[in-house]
């Protein structure tokens, strides 16, 4: 029988989320992947592929599905789930999408990676999630504090959102002995960043760039025992750029 910690972490292929796979690995955690893509070939973590799930969180019924999928992947207990996959479409030659540009099909689809599938697979593993003592971290973003120069309408609002969703859930799924949190990342050194990110890195107070290591230090805090008296909040990751 497995006595490993299990984690189940969307948006694993890159940036914050392949930093956070090596985190929890490197602290002996079995950590169960989601994303669009399939398993890469190159990943480092040991037990990646046959823990990996290839899954469409834009697609509704693919997400509701997949529940049933993981639970069969899990030994009843779920320790940690961290909703970490976005989406921020673009315009042409990579345009900020604002309110009056962003198509209706965008926004839904937006919404569903960004916002609804946390919701989905929390409240499908909360007898998991419960069972262990689990903790929940929800990824927001700078942008849903304020209009970002790069970050469309549809991404903003939907952090936003997952910002409030947070609160909510804290409320909901406390009693079931589940803590939920969130982290709200600056402008972090991964192939999302936009031309022009300098510019705001030179008005930062710690004017540096943010390493995805360094947010996934803050996801594995959120996650441990570190944080046990720790729910409903939401912790900026973003060298001060709130202030």
Known sequence: MDERKVMLLTGASRGIGHATVKRFAA??????????????????????????????????????????????????????LVNNAGISPKGPDGARLNTIDTDLMTWGQVFHVNFFSSIVLARGLRDELSAAGGAVVNVTSIAGLRVHPFAGAAYSTSKAALKALTREMAHDFGPLGVRVNAIAPGEIETSILSPGTQKIVDTLPLRRLGQPSEVADVIWFLCSDASSYVTGTEIEVNAGQHV
């Open 27 to 80: 602290e002996g955690w079995r950590v169960i992947t989601c994303s669009r893509q399939p398993f890469p070939e190159e990943c480092p973590w040991g037990g990646g592929r046959e823990d990996h799930i290839q899954l469409d969180l834009a697609d509704p019924a693919d997400t509701i599905n997949a529940v049933e999928v993981i639970r069969e992947r899990l030994d009843g207990k779920l320790d940690a």
